[in-house]
């Protein structure tokens, strides 16, 4: 069945930029019924959607984030990948990678999710 | 963006008890509202989408209703296995806001 996969570093200085990929498994990303997306969980805190890309390389982010975020698609490796840039301490979250069934947006299937920490 | 506010946002209830949890959307989002439970340490799982639709594989035990502004969550009778942090998830419109979630817990 479908799987996802997050991989990156889990520690990120403050100012830099955070790069995270989530591999798919099981799967094409180029379905035509799916978003990519990414997701984010503070420690003890609520989730926060960041953004979300079809293997079209169509985006859509968070306003809050918009300014700092990138998300791409690699369908030739079926993997799409997140940048979050001049991090901060607050940026500090579980991430997590996940399939978005289009149209209605529902989030089906999610990778186990991967620990990022902004400190010097 | 659209706000989303889960009742309670904690909650003591038995095995076999009816549990229900309430989640409001700051302005009308028809019936675009989905449930996910999380365990400690793990990634949300999805339970209900598009407010009453139950996940291949969730047990009948979950249900959800509502539209418009006010939804609910359902658990007929709670098992061991439900006790779990439930968050709502509005797919109205970008950005997808989630409720800040609800700790249910074995009383």
Known sequence: QLQLQESGPGLVKPSETLSLTCTVSGGSITSSSYYWGWIRQPPGKGLEWIGSVYFSGTTDYNPSLKSRVTIFVDTSKNQFSLKLSSVTAADTAVYYCARHSYPLFYMDVWGKGTTVTVSS | ?107
């Not at chain 2, 709670?78 to 942090?85: H, K, S, T, W, Y």
Request: positive net charge; glycine residues 8%.
């Open chain 2, 1 to 107: 963006d659209i706000q989303m506010t889960q009742s309670p946002s904690s909650l003591s209830a038995s095995v076999g008890d009816r549990v229900t949890i309430t989640c409001r959307a700051s302005q009308s989002i028809s019936s675009y509202l989905n449930w996910y439970q999380q365990k400690p340490g793990k990634a949300p799982k999805l339970l209900i989408y598009a407010a009453s639709s139950l996940q291949r594989g969730v047990p009948s035990r979950f249900s959800g209703s509502g539209s418009g502004t006010e939804f609910i969550l359902t658990i007929s009778s709670l098992q061991p296995e439900d006790f779990a942090i439930y968050h709502c998830q509005q797919s109205n419109s970008a950005p997808y806001t989630f409720g800040q979630g609800t700790k249910l817990e074995i009383k």
